[in-house]
T-cell receptor, first 113, second 117 residues
Framework: QKEVEQDPGPLSVPEGAIVSLNCTYS??????FMWYRQYSRKGPELLMY????GNKEDGRFTAQVDKSSKYISLFIRDSQPSDSATYLC?????????????FGKGTKLSVIP | KAGVTQTPRYLIKTRGQQVTLSCSPI?????VSWYQQTPGQGLQFLFE???????NKGNFPGRFSGRQFSNSRSEMNVSTLELGDSALYLC????????????????FGNGTRLTVT
């Protein structure tokens, strides 16, 4: 079992839809949770960064972390064609002295106008 | 503020050759990490540097090496290239206030696309 599992998709939705992206993980030491967006031929761009369990909202994006279920989600409201990209979840433990992220393989999203 | 800069953007090399990739972190960031991205394996951690010292290393063979300079700029080197080394190599930097507090997010560059023929 991989440490982080993410459905690769592809996921295709109409413009304006609510998108739900998810990751599950097995390492209970993970404390920091991130979502990155990666456009073709670009590096990953940080979207959301959360610590431990709970929700965080930023504009049209909401990140949720449920540590008891080892499950994280990213919701995109009012999706736009410009949201078409690959979305990567990433996690790290709280250990000081090292910054090693473990990534999911990414979900490819297409928002159709 | 300029982002993470990686050079070159594209490289084509032949099996057996070696290659050096360069990374300039965001100004003020002292931690630099390298990742390899392939369609099959996704993003995999290579190594991480802080204040010119390798702090952590992923599960890659010794052909992969790196270093960090006093200005936080970093290079990674791959010797004796193999076809399987073809990938997007990503550099990322983060700000650490000190004492190894690694709770600030990673910011990535656009990568170097390496093709080995």
């Amino acid at each position: 079992q991989k440490e982080v599992e993410q459905d690769p998709g592809p996921l295709s939705v109409p413009e304006g839809a609510i998108v739900s992206l998810n990751c599950t993980y097995s390492n209970s030491a993970f404390q920091y949770f991130m979502w990155y967006r990666q456009y073709s031929r670009k590096g990953p761009e940080l979207l959301m960064y959360t610590y431990s369990s709970g929700n965080k909202e930023d504009g049209r994006f909401t990140a949720q972390v449920d540590k008891s279920s080892k499950y994280i989600s990213l919701f995109i409201r009012d999706s736009q064609p410009s949201d078409s990209a690959t979305y990567l979840c990433a996690m790290k433990n709280s250990g000081a002295g090292s910054y090693q992220l473990t990534f999911g393989k990414g979900t490819k999203l297409s928002v159709i106008p | 503020k300029a982002g993470v800069t990686q050079t070159p953007r594209y490289l084509i090399k032949t099996r057996g050759q070696q290659v050096t990739l360069s990374c300039s972190p965001i100004s003020g960031h002292r931690s630099v990490s390298w990742y390899q991205q392939t369609p099959g394996q996704g993003l995999q951690f290579l190594f991480e540097y802080f204040s010119e010292t390798q702090r952590n290393k992923g599960n890659f063979p010794g052909r992969f090496s790196g270093r960090q300079f006093s200005n936080s700029r970093s290079e990674m080197n791959v010797s004796t290239l193999e076809l399987g080394d073809s990938a997007l190599y990503l550099c990322a930097s983060s700000f650490e206030p000190g004492q190894g507090m690694t709770n600030s997010p990673l910011h990535f560059g656009n990568g170097t696309r390496l093709t080995v023929t």
